[in-house]
């Protein structure tokens, strides 16, 4: 699967768009791009994973780049409650592989009142 | 409640002693997975159910670690002998596996967190 890069820590002022930025340089054609978060002592929770097009649901937008080289999560009106750590995961397949997902150490994003 | 749920969530022990930890998946998931984190890193993968076959483990499931899915239902983690490098949070996942062309959602528990003295 391929690596990725996120930055360590970002800030978000309340109510405000987070804007947070992954890249994968390696990614293969039939690799897809997985965002998961951790909310401080619960377990990772899925949020949004794509392919090639632009994907959206009710907690963000998945953007990437036509060259799929790197992507950006989008959580259009942050709030305090989005602080967590976001990993951003490549993974070769779903549905009928294993599926284990290979965490970075992903982006701590701190929502600022 | 209907996640996965995980028991104990907190546990002390003694360098060398046994622990077991459980972990109880959404019913209808055929797949259960173990994970380990520890401080400031991610979550690694240890090891890896479909139903009640462990299909693969990590490099980092040493013998001292077992993993078992007895009926393909409920998880159990044995960690023995148990090493100061072993305090870490473990989490397990569940998903709805074998579809094809479907994606398999990972929800998580909330970890048990293991410090050993």
């Known amino acids: 699967d391929a690596k990725t890069t996120q930055p360590t820590s970002m800030d978000c002022a309340e109510g405000r768009a987070a804007n947070l930025p992954c890249n994968h340089s390696?990614?293969?054609?039939?690799?897809?791009v997985y965002w998961y978060r951790q909310i401080h002592s619960q377990g990772p929770q899925y949020i949004i994973h794509g392919l090639k097009n632009n994907e959206t649901n009710e907690m963000a937008s998945l953007i990437i780049t036509e060259d799929r080289k790197s992507s950006t999560l989008i959580l259009p009106h942050a709030t305090l409650r989005d602080t967590a750590v976001y990993y951003c995961?490549?993974?070769?397949?779903?549905?009928?592989?294993?599926?284990?997902?290979?965490f970075g150490k992903g982006t701590k994003l701190s929502v600022k009142p | 409640d209907t996640g996965v749920s995980q028991d104990p969530r907190h546990k002390i022990t003694k360098r060398g002693q046994n622990v077991t930890f459980r972990c109880d998946p959404i019913?209808?998931?055929?797949?259960l997975y173990w994970y380990r984190q520890t401080l400031g890193q991610g979550p690694e993968f240890l090891t890896y159910f479909q139903n009640e076959a462990q299909l693969e483990k990590s490099r980092l499931l040493s013998d001292r670690f077992s993993a078992e899915r007895p009926k393909g239902s409920f998880s159990t983690l044995e960690i023995q002998r148990t090493e100061q490098g072993d305090s870490a949070m473990y989490l397990c996942?569940?998903?709805?596996?074998?579809?094809?062309?479907?994606?398999?959602?990972?929800?998580f528990g909330p970890g048990t967190r293991l410090t050993v003295l």
């Open positions: 019913s209808e998931h055929n797949r």
């Open positions: 390696t990614i293969s054609g039939n690799e897809y």
């Open positions: 996942a569940s998903s709805l596996g074998g579809v094809a062309g479907g994606f398999n959602e990972q929800f």
């Open positions: 995961i490549v993974r070769v397949s779903h549905g009928g592989s294993q599926g284990n997902l290979i």
